[in-house]
């Protein structure tokens, strides 16, 4: 199975987006695999969904799916 997925990277993080926001994926792709192929780094990220429901770096992939990274929380 492949297909494309919609990838939504927000506030310090959204330079990883990919262009228009959509992105290719494999039959065996993986959060961790397409932020990877993206550059970027998993331990910057302080929240990762994957269809409004919190991800881990193995959670599969399928075509239809969103994935949001969102930044840590910092503030005073």
Do not use: Q, Y
């Amino acid at each position: 199975m492949s297909g494309a997925i919609t990838v939504r990277a927000l506030a310090t993080l959204a330079g990883f987006a990919p262009p228009g926001g959509r992105l290719d994926i494999g039959p065996d792709d993986t959060v961790g695999r397409v932020a990877a192929r993206l550059g970027l780094d998993l331990s910057l990220v302080g929240t990762v969904l994957l269809n409004d429901r919190p991800a881990e770096p193995g959670t599969r992939l399928a075509p239809g799916d969103t994935l949001v990274c969102i930044p840590p929380i910092t503030g005073g």
